[in-house]
Antibody, heavy 120, light 107 residues
Framework: QVRLQESGPGLVRPSETLSLTCTVS????????WIWLRQPPGKGMESIGY???????NYNPSLKSRVSLSVDTYRSQFSLRLTSVTAADTAVYFC??????????????WGHGTRVIVSS | EILLTQSPGTLSVSPGERATLSCRAS??????LVWYQQKGDQPPRLLIY???TRATDTPARFSGSGSETEFTLTISSLQSEDFAVYFC?????????FGQGTKLDIK
């Protein structure tokens, strides 16, 4: 059974960089795309970006200038970096596996999510 | 970006009754629509994909319908474990967007 687990700091200062890692267990990362999403308090889910096991990426245009994803298949991990954070980046951050080999589809399974607060 | 609007925001239904949830898209998404269920602090669980195909382990009381811009998730006879938040997602255009969710409450 595939499991995903997010990890990283729960508090980030404004203007600094948010860094999160998703660890995949129970299956190989090969042949899949992997995605980061977030859910701000009281708002809907937002797609941040996805990455293939080979490192091909696609980012949400609204975040493209600040986001970067990376993958380490040997450690079964993929990571998110979001620079110059503001209070608007406060959210629960989820990682998930894309359903298709091009990430054209849905996400299953998801990690439990990690809450990140941007505050001084 | 395609906007998905779900209604109602909260739906109060008694166990055993039928629940009907709506998801409307700002432009056509064909049948590229998914429904998820989320309970408390648990991760979202895939229920329906392709507008009407039940995912593995999704009970038969859940059904999806619709196409283009109007979609419906129906739960035919609510069980206690069904009271949760439900949200839709489109995957025809990147960035994939989500509805705000409908909270299904016990009446």
């Amino acid at each position: 059974q595939v499991r995903l687990q997010e990890s990283g700091p729960g508090l980030v200062r404004p203007s600094e960089t948010l860094s999160l890692t998703c660890t995949v267990s129970g299956a190989s990362m090969t042949n899949y795309f992997w995605i980061w999403l977030r859910q701000p308090p009281g708002k809907g889910m937002e797609s941040i970006g996805y990455i293939s096991y080979t490192g091909t990426t696609n980012y949400n245009p609204s975040l493209k200038s600040r986001v970067s994803l990376s993958v380490d298949t040997y450690r079964s991990q993929f990571s998110l970096r979001l620079t110059s954070v503001t209070a608007a980046d406060t959210a629960v951050y989820f990682c998930a596996r894309c359903s298709s080999t091009s990430c054209l589809g849905w996400f299953d399974p998801w990690g439990h999510g990690t809450r990140v607060i941007v505050s001084s | 970006e395609i906007l998905l609007t779900q209604s109602p925001g909260t739906l109060s239904v008694s166990p055993g009754e039928r629940a009907t949830l709506s998801c409307r898209a700002s432009q056509s998404v064909g049948r590229s629509l998914v429904w998820y269920q989320q309970k408390g602090d648990q991760p979202p669980r895939l229920l329906i994909y392709g507008a009407d195909t039940r995912a593995t382990d999704t009970p038969a009381r859940f059904s999806g319908s619709g196409s283009e811009t109007e979609f419906t998730l129906t739960i035919s006879s609510l069980q206690s474990e069904d009271f949760a938040v439900y949200f839709c997602q489109q995957y025809i255009n990147w960035p994939y967007s989500f509805g705000q969710g409908t909270k299904l409450d016990i009446k």
